[in-house]
């Protein structure tokens, strides 16, 4: 088989590929291993409840049930949809938008294809553009997303070392340094993979910066304001005329819906419905029209402040407390966890790699992510990139304290 340049950067290896091999084998196939791999939320049954609802008012009226099955929407998504997101989003935090700063994607990251090939990659004058990360570890489905080589550049974090085994990352302002290839600034928050959210200071010079060098801001929200909202402490949600946030309906309870909104400037979302027309043809229906009526109601911001937030702040809590018990004198850190699902440890002059590690845990039935995957942009010179994991706490509690047991038990043994 002969495969372009495409094809082969496409269909080859990597570690969104086998994180997502994992997530289907051990959901769908393997129901007995301890998933604490991927990004799947944990299942809320009042959540469930209200979208079971909805759905079953949208499937008894003839008209809606049409709509849903039975049309193709806008590239850039159904337009009463688009409306009632602007009117919350209005409506909350005093933003100037309409339905034309609204775009629907099929996904996060089918939107962060488009946006991120959008701005960087080979230019039009011969030169070539790159997407700054200036907090990394990142989200390890940037990593393969680019259409063309040296897609990314990121600034090292510096160190923040905390009391009672935690750790901080904090953007390092002294090494950001963009030049003329800088074509926007990426940031997720919370952030993929550690749940460190970055402060209202830290955004601000963020913003600051990109405007300085007139390149977009980019916001992956997936995680954070104004929904799902899972954040553990004060944060105020950040957009003007040249961000780019990204929201995303999974994290709420709607993974299989694949639906990501986009809030931008209408000439960002132009371009951006252009280039999804060409991708995706249209949107899907079934996010949108389970969300609508939340967003008319505010019952979107309900379901979050009662029901997602508590649930992942109260297990993020037990689950580092579990590894503060099973770890006990090992040289672990724990990253702040102030957000998102995830746990990110660090075990300081780990032995073996963290890949490595992730081989021998997978063996003994449990998953979890090397750190050194997520670390996108950063030269592979740096040995803590490799000392690190992240580790999913949506499982039901048992099942998250068995493998907090056995990862414990295995890193006991590399260090022996």
């Not at 419905?273 to 019952?299: D, H, Q, R, W, Y």
């Amino acid at each position: 088989m002969k495969l372009s340049a495409f094809g082969k950067k496409f269909s080859g290896e990597s570690g969104i590929v086998e994180l997502m091999d994992d997530l289907g084998s051990a959901l769908n196939e393997n129901p007995d291993m301890i998933f604490m791999g991927g990004g799947n939320p944990g299942r809320l049954v009042e959540v469930e409840e209200a979208f079971q609802k909805r759905l079953q008012s949208i499937i008894a009226n003839p008209s809606q049930r049409h709509s849903l099955f039975g049309i193709y929407q806008s590239p850039q998504g159904e337009r009463e949809f688009r409306d009632q997101v602007a009117q919350f989003l209005t409506k909350q935090f005093g933003w100037k938008l309409t339905g034309n700063n609204i775009a629907v994607s099929n996904g996060s990251q089918s939107a962060f294809f488009v946006l991120f090939n959008m701005f960087a990659g080979p230019m039009p004058d011969g030169s070539h553009r790159s997407i700054h990360l200036p907090l990394a570890p990142e989200y390890i489905g940037y990593a393969d997303i680019g259409l063309s080589d040296n897609f990314f550049t990121a600034t090292r974090p510096s160190i923040q070392l905390l009391e009672d085994n935690l750790f901080k990352y904090r953007v390092d302002f002294s090494q950001l340094q963009l030049d003329q290839q800088a074509a926007a600034l990426c940031v997720s928050r919370p952030t993929n993979p550690t749940g460190n959210v970055l402060t209202d200071n830290e955004i601000a010079h963020l913003d600051e910066i990109a405007q300085a060098h007139n390149i977009p801001f980019i916001i992956d929200g997936a995680y954070g304001l104004p929904f799902p909202g899972i954040l553990f402490n004060q944060a105020k949600p950040h957009w003007n005329e040249n961000t780019i946030l990204a929201l995303s309906l999974s994290k709420l309870g709607l993974p299989g819906v694949r639906t990501g909104i986009i809030v931008a400037s209408e000439e960002v979302i132009q371009a951006y419905t252009n280039a999804n027309t060409i991708v995706s043809l249209a949107c899907g229906n079934l996010g949108p029209a389970l969300a609508m009526e939340m967003f008319k109601t505010g019952e979107i911001l309900s379901l979050t402040r009662d029901h997602v937030t508590p649930f992942y702040r109260d297990r993020s809590r037990q689950t580092v407390q579990w590894f503060r018990e099973q770890l006990g004198d090992l040289p672990f850190h724990i990253h702040k966890p102030e957000g998102a699902i995830f746990l990110w440890l660090w075990f300081e002059g780990l032995p073996i790699t963290s890949q490595e590690l992730y081989e021998r845990l997978k063996k003994r039935g449990v998953l979890i992510v090397p750190g050194q995957n997520f670390f996108v942009g950063i030269e592979d010179d740096w040995s803590h990139q490799h000392e690190c994991i992240r580790v999913s706490y949506a499982q039901d509690a048992a099942t998250v304290k068995r493998g907090v047991e056995i990862i414990a038990e295995e890193v006991a043994r590399v260090y022996a």
